[in-house]
């Protein structure tokens, strides 16, 4: 339940970028979308029907984003250059469209995201292997 709560206030972090604050998302903004929005329903339908075997289903999405989240911090503090994103057309992976704090971004709150969404499926998985 924990895990789907994260999933759900990233999904509705994400609308709020891009919807109100009209941020246009890059294209390892997409492809962490399509890692995380359907954690959203696979996470809210385990957690609802108590099924363990919604972890077999996320566990995959929820690495796969953390990589796509890891690789665009790195990118966009500058560890990766800047002639190794993937952005072609569009918005640039690599430019500051919001910080927080001075140092919070969108790509690491998307890596942190992911980050606690994987820690609570791993120990999910642990609990149900005892």
Do not use: N
Not at 37 to 66: E, H, K, N, T
Not at 77 to 86: C, F, N, T
């Amino acid at each position: 339940m924990l895990a789907w709560t994260v999933a759900l206030a990233s999904f509705l972090g994400a609308m709020f970028f891009s919807e109100v604050m009209d941020l246009e998302p890059c294209v390892l903004c997409w492809y962490q979308r399509i890692a995380m929005f359907p954690l959203v329903l696979i996470l809210g339908i385990g957690a609802y029907g108590q099924d363990r075997s919604c972890l077999r289903y996320a566990l995959p999405l929820a690495a796969a984003g953390w990589l796509l989240a890891g690789y665009h911090w790195l990118l966009y503090k500058g560890v990766i250059p800047k002639d190794l994103q993937p952005c072609g057309k569009g918005a640039s992976c690599a430019d500051v469209k919001l910080e927080i704090a001075g140092f919070i971004t969108i790509p690491l709150l998307s890596l942190t995201a992911f980050s606690l969404i994987l820690l609570l499926l791993v120990a999910a998985h642990r609990k149900f292997q005892q």
